[in-house]
């Protein structure tokens, strides 16, 4: 079992940046895939970026030129750098970890970020 803590989020006035960390109580080498997805209340949890183990990226469109996910797998900590930041990034932020060769993923509690306007 892999643990998956979060840490970074805050509040926010539109235009600033954040960023975020998600460590994980054991290697992250071993995952396919790590990312962040974002939810807010009423809605389903929506993918923001992943990054997988051979350091490949992926962008939902609203993000796409403004957040960063990077990994350092001596740490085993993904990132999640966000800039130009919009009240619609407002939500909590959870971090995912894909176990290889199965449907089935790690979650971590997630942490909040408001964006001001």
């Known amino acids: 079992q892999v643990q998956l803590v979060e840490s970074g989020g805050g509040l926010v006035q539109a235009g600033g940046s954040l960023r975020l960390s998600c460590a994980a109580s054991?290697?992250?080498?071993?995952?396919?895939?790590m990312g962040w997805y974002r939810q807010v209340p009423g809605k389903q949890r929506d993918l923001v970026a992943t990054?997988?183990?051979?350091?490949?990226?992926n962008y939902a469109d609203s993000v796409k030129g403004r957040f960063t996910i990077s990994r350092d797998n001596l740490k085993n900590t993904v990132y999640l750098q966000m800039s130009s930041l919009k009240p619609e990034d407002t939500g909590v932020y959870y971090c995912?970890?894909?176990?290889?060769?199965?449907?089935?993923?790690?979650w971590g509690q997630g942490t909040q970020v408001t964006v001001s306007s």
């Open positions: 990054v997988t183990s051979t350091g490949s990226t």
């Open positions: 054991g290697s992250i080498v071993s995952f396919a895939a």
């Open positions: 995912n970890a894909e176990i290889r060769f199965t449907p089935y993923a790690y």
